[in-house]
C-alpha cells in the first residue's frame, strides 16, 4: 500500500533513492521494482533485517530490473551518514510526526538531496488524525508515537523554510480513517471487537484484490477523510553568483602570479 504517487513523483531508472524512516520497506521496494539504485534506512534494526531479506528475496525472483541496486542499513534521521548531495530523490512516509527535531530532519534531507532532486514527505493528515487524538490517549501517549499533528501549511512552510520548492500536494488513504477511528473508539490494543474485525477484513480485501468499487470509493473519499497528507518539492538550483569587480580584480592578479 503506497502513500507516494509515483505518477505525481517521477522515478527514472538509475536514480539514487534514499527511503528515510523505511519501516517496513513499502517505499523502497516500489522504487527498487522501477530500476532505481535504493538506500533503505531506519533506527529499527529489526525492521531492517527484515527489508534486507525482502530485498535479496526480490533479487532472486528477478522482480528488480538490470542495474537496480538495494541497500537496507541502520541510521539516525538527524546524521545521515551520507556526503552532501548524494541522492536524486528522498522519501519520507510517516515519520516526522514521530521526530521532536523535525526541522533538523528536513535539514539534513535538503543536505544530502542534490540540486534539481526531489523529495515527497507524508504525514497523517490534521482532521482525521485530529479526531484519533480526541478518541484516545493511548494512540499517541506511547514511546515512539506520535508528538505533534500537522496543519497541512504549517508542514509546507517547514519544507519551504529548509529550503525546498513544493510543487504538489494530495490526500491518501481515505478508506483507512474509519478504522482508525474504530480502533480509537473500541481501545488501540483491541482487536476482538466486532466493528474493527469486520472492517480490518475490508482493508486486506481491498488491499488485496483492488477491487473497482472500493478504488473510486477512496478517490472520492480521498480529498475528505484521507488519511495521509503528502507534498512533494524539489530543491532548487542556487542561482550563480553575478562576478563582481572585486573578483575580476582577484581572478586576474592570479592569472598574472601564474605567468
Known amino acids: 500500500m503506497l502513500t507516494v504517487d509515483f505518477s505525481r513523483f517521477p522515478l527514472a531508472p538509475g536514480d539514487r533513492v534514499l527511503d528515510l524512516g523505511c519501516g517496513a520497506g513499502r517505499h523502497a521496494f516500489e522504487c527498487y521494482r522501477r530500476g532505481a539504485q535504493v538506500v533503505a534506512l531506519d533506527q529499527n534494526g529489526e525492521e531492517i533485517r527484515e527489508v534486507a531479506k525482502w530485498f535479496a528475496a526480490m533479487k532472486e525472483a528477478g522482480e528488480a530490473p538490470e542495474g537496480a541496486t538495494a541497500t537496507a542499513m541502520e541510521g539516525d534521521a538527524l546524521a545521515l551518514p551520507f556526503p552532501d548531495e548524494s541522492f536524486d530523490v528522498v522519501i519520507i512516509s510517516e515519520v516526522m510526526e514521530h521526530i521532536p527535531d523535525d526541522k533538523g530532519v528536513l535539514a539534513e534531507m535538503v543536505r544530502v538531496l542534490k540540486p534539481g532532486g526531489r523529495i515527497a514527505v507524508t504525514v497523517p493528515r490534521y482532521g482525521p488524525e485530529k479526531v484519533c487524538w480526541s478518541l484516545s490517549d493511548a494512540y499517541h501517549e506511547v514511546e515512539g508515537g506520535h ?23 494530495h490526500h491518501a488513504h481515505a478508506l483507512h480513517s474509519p478504522y482508525w477511528w474504530l480502533k480509537c473508539a473500541f481501545g488501540v490494543d483491541n482487536d476482538k471487537a466486532l466493528p474493527v474485525r469486520a472492517y480490518h477484513k475490508l482493508l486486506v480485501w481491498d488491499i488485496m484484490k483492488k477491487p473497482l468499487a472500493t478504488r473510486v470509493a477512496e478517490q472520492a473519499l480521498n480529498p475528505l477523510i ?19 569587480s572585486e573578483t575580476s580584480e582577484t581572478s586576474e592578479t592570479h592569472e598574472a602570479a601564474a605567468k
Open 226 to 244: 484521507g488519511k495521509s497528507f503528502v507534498a512533494y518539492a524539489t530543491k532548487p538550483h542556487l542561482p550563480r553568483l553575478p562576478e563582481t
Open 147 to 169: 508528538i505533534r499533528i500537522y496543519k497541512a501549511d504549517e508542514l509546507l512552510a517547514k519544507m519551504r523554510g529548509a529550503g525546498l520548492r513544493p510543487y504538489g500536494t
